[in-house]
């Protein structure tokens, strides 16, 4: 059971690196941050997995500051660019 | 590996699956509006189901709630940052096509 485990946990992180580039290649700001926003879902996912594979269960935490933080990036980035214009 | 273990194994292949699905829209698909489709459906999709494949393999039913919490969270904000970057891509182009007519006066 711990492998199966440590193979999904790899292919999140592998999906997580090929959506990374997304970042590189992106021609606008909202590509950039969406990209941003795909690290806070898969990592708070690859976090909820690794809590139930070593059962530590502080990492759940980790899990929910991830996910609220990507989008409070994303609302800063839409208003403060509304507000530079 | 029990019954519990195969449910776990299921739902969490499968919501691995949909984030893959995520990601590769990311990458392929040729527009904003598009790539925000793709993101913002398919990883909340993964996050539920992984959730509830998860579910049986706490220990406890505060572990079970707080699990649950990270679900909504990331419903919530998900759905919010979708419209947003929406809206502000939207905007966007209404201004540059505005600026490009040719005889606005």
């Given at each position: 059971m711990d492998t199966i485990y440590s193979v999904l946990l790899v292919v999140l992180l592998l999906s997580l690196l090929f959506g990374l580039f997304r970042i590189i290649l992106?021609?606008?700001k909202a590509d950039r941050i969406l990209a941003a926003q795909l690290f806070g879902s898969v990592g708070s996912a690859t976090l909820m997995l690794q809590a139930v594979l070593?059962?530590?269960?502080g990492l759940l935490d980790v899990a929910m500051i991830l996910a609220i933080l990507a989008s409070i990036a994303l609302i800063a980035f839409v208003k403060l660019g509304d507000k530079k214009e | 590996m029990n019954g519990w273990d195969i449910f776990t194994l299921t739902f969490c292949s499968l919501g691995v699956l949909f984030f893959i699905a995520g990601t590769l829209g990311l990458l392929r698909f040729p527009d904003v509006y598009s790539r925000i489709h793709a993101l913002t459906k398919a990883d909340n999709l993964g996050v539920g189901l992984i959730v509830v494949g998860l579910i049986p393999q706490v220990s406890d039913l505060y572990q079970l709630f707080k699990l649950l919490i990270i679900w909504v969270f990331i419903l919530i904000s998900s759905a919010i940052s979708c419209h947003l970057v929406a809206q502000q891509e939207f905007k966007q182009r209404v201004k540059k096509a505005v600026l490009e007519q040719p005889n606005v006066n």
């Open positions: 992106g021609p606008t070593t059962e530590n269960w | -």
